[in-house]
């Protein structure tokens, strides 16, 4: 089993800034990849960002590069998005989530996630 808690959303400001966290516990995690998606109201679950096992590469959603970063901790196990520029279109519900196995790559489909955050409230106002 794995736990994934997020924190750090809230209520910005377009052109404004937050910073998700996701922490990962329970059993160790090796060769997997974490990621970010995101749903808004009436909307299905969208990939937003993900990060690589090996060579940690980075992975964004085109509405979201150049704004967003996402990162690792080097412990492997806290992972960060930070939200820069933000839009009334980047208000959502962000969730974070783990795929197991997966040494290279990220999926972008939330079928290929095995456990999730709750999720983390993000409201831009315009």
């Known amino acids: 089993q794995v736990q994934l808690v997020e924190s750090g959303g809230g209520l910005a400001q377009a052109g404004g800034s937050l910073r998700l966290s996701c922490a990962a516990s329970?059993?160790?995690?090796?060769?997997?990849?974490m990621a970010w998606f995101r749903q808004a109201p009436g909307k299905e679950r969208e990939f937003v960002s993900g990060?690589?096992?090996?060579?940690?590469?980075?992975y964004y959603t085109d509405s979201v590069k150049g704004r967003f970063t996402i990162s690792r901790a080097s412990a492997g196990n806290t992972v960060f998005l930070q939200m820069n520029g933000l839009k009334a279109e980047d208000t959502a519900i962000y969730y974070c989530?783990?795929?197991?196995?997966?040494?290279w790559g990220v999926g972008s489909a939330p079928s290929e996630y095995d456990y999730w955050g709750q999720g983390t409230q993000v409201t831009v106002s315009s």
């Open positions: 329970g059993r160790t995690l090796t060769n997997y990849a």
């Open positions: 989530a783990v795929d197991l196995d997966r040494s």
């Open positions: 990060i690589s096992w090996f060579a940690g590469r980075l």
